[in-house]
C-alpha cells in the first residue's frame, strides 16, 4: 500500500528557533498533502492544504507566516515552524492524497515537535 | 460549515460484545464520509467508507441521510480492536473534517 513518511519523528528546539518538518510521499505521486494538528487526546485539525507548485491554502486561525508551506515536488511538503514557542508544541501529522488513483489520504506517522 | 461530531470519548465493552460508535454530522452538500482507526502508535489508517459499503475487520457503517448519521458497528468486539477511532467526512474540496475520536477499549 501507499506510505508517507515524516521526518524528523520527533524534535526538541528552543524558543526563537525554526523547525522544518518534512512530508514524503514514497511510491506515489500527490500533488495534494496535508498538514494536521493534534493536540494531546484531541482530534486532527486541518492546518493548511499543501498544492504542488503553488501556494499553499491555510485555514482559518493558522497564522502563514509562522507555518510556512513549501510543495515543490511531487513527493515532498515541507512544513516549517517559524521561531518557534513553547504553544506550538504538539503533534504535526501530514497526509497525501493520491491523485493517480482513488483520491484516498494516506497519512504519515507524525511529527512530534518540543519547543523549550 | 461542516461538522463531525462523535459524542463518546471512550466507550468500554467487553470481549464477545457488540460495539457501536457513534458518528453525526453536518453538511449542506453530498457527504462522504470515512471512518479512520488509530491503533496504540501507529499511524491512522483508513478503515472503511461509506461509498464501497464493505465490511472491514467484521466492523461495517451505514450512511442515514435522514438522520445525519455514519454510527460504526460491529456484532462482537475482539481485544485487538482497541484503539482511537476517528470518523471523518469529505467535503466538495477533498478535505477531511474529522471528528474528535472515540477511544474503543474491548476487556477481556
Known amino acids: 500500500g501507499a506510505v508517507v513518511s515524516q521526518h524528523p519523528s520527533w524534535v526538541i528546539c528552543k524558543s526563537g528557533t525554526s523547525v522544518k518538518i518534512e512530508c514524503r510521499s514514497l511510491d506515489f505521486q500527490a500533488t495534494t498533502m496535508f498538514w494536521y494538528r493534534q493536540f494531546p487526546k484531541q482530534s486532527l485539525m486541518l492546518m493548511a492544504t499543501s498544492n504542488e507548485g503553488s501556494k499553499a491554502t491555510y485555514e482559518q486561525g493558522v497564522e502563514k507566516d509562522k507555518f510556512l508551506i513549501n510543495h515543490a515536488s511531487l513527493t515532498l511538503s515541507t512544513l516549517t515552524v517559524t521561531s518557534a514557542h513553547p504553544e506550538d508544541s504538539s503533534f504535526y501529522i501530514c497526509s497525501a492524497r493520491d491523485t493517480s488513483g482513488n483520491y484516498e489520504q494516506y497519512f504519515g506517522p507524525g511529527t512530534r515537535l518540543t519547543v523549550t | 460549515a461542516q461538522r463531525v461530531t462523535q459524542p463518546e470519548k471512550l466507550l468500554s465493552v467487553f470481549k464477545g460484545a457488540p460495539v457501536e460508535l457513534k458518528c453525526n454530522y453536518s453538511?449542506?452538500?453530498?457527504?462522504?464520509l470515512f471512518w479512520y482507526v488509530q491503533y496504540s502508535r501507529q499511524r491512522l489508517q483508513l478503515l472503511l467508507r461509506h461509498i464501497s459499503r464493505e465490511s472491514i475487520k467484521g466492523f461495517t457503517a451505514d450512511l442515514n441521510k435522514g438522520e445525519t448519521s455514519f454510527h460504526l458497528k460491529k456484532p462482537f468486539a475482539q481485544e485487538e480492536d482497541s484503539a482511537m477511532y476517528y470518523c471523518a467526512l469529505n467535503n466538495a474540496g477533498n478535505m477531511l473534517t474529522f471528528g474528535g475520536g472515540t477511544r474503543l477499549m474491548v476487556k477481556p
Open positions: 453538511y449542506s452538500g453530498s457527504p462522504e
